[in-house]
């Protein structure tokens, strides 16, 4: 997608955790009418709708995109299109809400995601989320998530080295930042002893991740308002998407090097060569560690380390707070939560705040570009963003 065509104007974001007493269509709503208030807009001024929310079975609005209008009567009749790409749902609702307008269709997009996955339990979760897997391979099929990137661990230990110290220490380092984060699911100093060791407050899931290395099941929304270039000149606070690049992969593991990470390497690399910038130019980014090892690899692809020593971005102080680029301030999906129809939205309402200044606790100082990586599946799809400051 061309550069400085969209931006964002405005941000809604929910507390992420279990909320029992708010249903899907709670969840939405409240992102959406923040968002509108956040941009100083009008309801009756959007002109479409894109929800992201993966449901598969976890509830039972299967019907969700129309949920949005709920937050004013002047969206009625807007279209409003559900967007689903497993657990990155979020980032292709925000990617059809830029097409829109980039093709001249739409000038303001409301985009929302969204997902209540804790009135289910976590093997009814688990079985939802196994289905974005290849079902076509009985081999596949059987493996949960976990047990997929348990798999990505193992064979690690085998090419390279063993990378728990490294997934330790991200788990630790996504568990702190996510304290200064009041909307994170959990507010929990974790240390890298805590969660490098296996203990009953932190047992084996899937051998041999343990359960600091997974993201948590989470209920939440989040959603922005889009507009193009020349409407964003109305509004007082702007972030640019410089840059956006989709890259999909194969979906079976068996024809492809899962380590490699190739999907998310290229997506990355096609948003910072379409921004004209290296990794050195950025000042955060919001990535997804749907599990440590997850962020490990995407160390890698974005060339902040070579391939096998992804924790040298960790041991440089590289990707913590006050390094030369933090990554996942907010928690990350390891403890700010992964509603995953709400995390590519999330990532970007985040780093929308960072860039503006709004970010609270968490915020850095003067950052002007970002990058945002979410990812669906076993880097099957990859969407990667680079987000600008705009100011007056």
């Not at 407050?201 to 308002?225: E, H």
């Not at 041991?315 to 390891?334: E, F, H, M, T, Y």
Request: aromatic share 6%; glycine share 8%; hydrophobic share 45%.
């Amino acid at each position: 997608m061309s550069p400085h065509t969209v931006s964002i104007v405005g941000s809604g974001h929910t507390k992420f955790g279990r909320l029992d007493a708010l249903n899907l269509e709670d969840l939405i709503v409240a992102a959406t009418r923040e968002a509108l208030a956040d941009a100083q807009i009008d309801a009756a001024e959007i002109d479409a709708v894109y929800l992201g929310h993966f449901n598969s079975g976890m509830v039972p609005d299967g019907f969700a995109s129309s949920l949005v209008h709920q937050a004013s009567p002047d969206l009625r009749f807007k279209p409003a299109t559900r967007c689903e790409n497993a657990c990155a749902s979020g980032a292709a609702a925000l990617f059809a809400g830029m097409a829109a307008i980039q093709a001249g269709q739409a000038e303001v997009v409301l985009v929302v995601g969204a997902e209540k996955m804790t009135s289910n339990s976590t093997a009814d979760v688990t079985r939802a989320l196994a289905g974005a897997g290849y079902q076509n391979s009985a081999e596949e099929r059987a493996l949960s998530f976990p047990q997929v990137f348990a798999v990505a661990a193992q064979a690690y230990t085998e090419r390279y080295q063993d990378p728990l110290p490294a997934m330790a220490a991200i788990a630790s380092k996504n568990h702190h930042n996510a304290l200064a984060n009041p909307l994170a699911h959990m507010h929990r100093e974790m240390s890298f002893d805590a969660c490098n060791t296996v203990s009953d407050k932190n047992p084996l899931i899937a051998p041999p991740l343990r359960l600091s290395d997974c993201s948590l099941i989470t209920d939440g929304a989040a959603a922005v308002v889009l507009v193009s270039a020349a409407r964003a000149k109305q509004f007082k606070k702007e972030v640019a998407i410089r840059a956006a690049a989709h890259v999909s992969d194969l979906l079976p593991m068996s024809s492809r090097d899962f380590l490699a990470f190739e999907g998310p390497q290229k997506a990355m690399a096609q948003a910072l060569q379409q921004a004209g910038i290296t990794t050195a130019d950025l000042d955060f980014a919001e990535v997804h560690d749907c599990f440590t090892i997850a962020e490990l690899l995407i160390y890698e692809a974005l060339g902040l380390a070579p391939k096998g020593q992804g924790h040298r971005a960790l041991d440089d102080g590289i990707v913590v707070r006050g390094g030369a680029l933090p990554v996942n301030l907010s928690g990350g999906l390891k403890a700010k939560g992964h509603p995953v129809g709400a995390t590519g939205v999330s990532m970007h309402a985040i780093s929308f705040r960072q860039l503006t200044g709004q970010a609270g606790d968490m915020q850095i100082e003067a950052p002007n570009l970002g990058l945002v990586f979410n990812m669906g599946g076993t880097g099957v799809a990859n969407y990667a963003s680079v987000l600008e400051a705009k100011r007056a």
